[in-house]
Every structure is written in C-alpha cells, then in structure tokens.
C-alpha cells in the first residue's frame, strides 16, 4: 500500500521560511501526483501545491504562488514543499497526499479533497 509522510513544520515568525518534506513508500504508476494540502483552524482543508510525478510539472494555488515551491527528490522518493516569506495565514496543519487526479485541480479552490493516500499532518504555525 502506499504510505506518506509529511515532516519539517515548526514555529516561525512572518518572513521566516521552513521546509516540508514527505517522503513516500509504496508503488505508484507515472500518473500519480503529489499534492500538499493545509488545514487552518475553522477552515476546510484546500491544495496549496502538486507536483507530477511523470515529468516533475508544479502548480500553485494563488494564495502561495511566488512564495512556496515545491520540488521532489525521485531517488528518495522524496517531495519537498519550500514556504518563504511566511504570513500569519499559512498556519494550518499540513498533509501531503496521492493520487492520479490533474494538479490543475488539486490546486483550485474548490477542489474537493479526494486523493486516495494521505500522510499525517505537521504542524506549522507562524506568528506575528
């Protein structure tokens, strides 16, 4: 079966930046996307990130365009999710996820949360 997991969150203040990593174990075919997800207190759980795994294509919701990247170690079977410039409203729990779905909908705003393998979440909070 396929397991992820997500680490690297922590405590930082605006402006700051952290590095999330979610490593991945199990078979997954050329169709299959990473996506990373957050979850703010009150708020539905929405992508923020997706990579594909067939040519390593990345996409951006608004929200984090210009300030995330995200970048994948296939050696290690690795996804990486770079957050610089850091705002008090990136702070939410963070999920790594699969499945075959397009990144073009995992990063739109109503896209309704349907990957098939999730991680645990890492917690990052940023204060002002």
């Known amino acids: 079966d396929v397991q992820l997991q997500a680490s690297g969150g922590g405590l930082v203040q605006t402006g700051g930046s952290l590095r999330l990593s979610c490593a991945v174990s199990?078979?997954?075919?050329?169709?299959?996307?990473i996506g990373w997800f957050r979850q703010a207190p009150g708020k539905e759980r929405r992508g923020v990130s997706c990579?594909?795994?067939?040519?390593?294509?990345?996409y951006y919701a608004d929200s984090v365009k210009g300030r995330f990247t995200i970048s994948r170690d296939s050696a290690k079977n690795t996804v990486y999710l770079q957050m610089n410039s850091l705002k008090t409203e990136d702070t939410a729990v963070y999920y790594c996820?699969?499945?075959?779905?397009?990144?073009?909908?995992?990063?739109?705003?109503?896209?309704?949360?349907?990957?098939?393998?999730w991680g645990r979440g890492t917690q990052v909070t940023v204060s002002s």
């Open positions: 199990g078979f997954t075919s050329d169709d299959y996307v």
């Open positions: 996820a699969t499945d075959t779905v397009p990144c073009t909908e995992v990063v739109a705003a109503n896209y309704r949360i349907g990957m098939d393998y």
């Open positions: 990579i594909r795994k067939s040519d390593g294509s990345t």
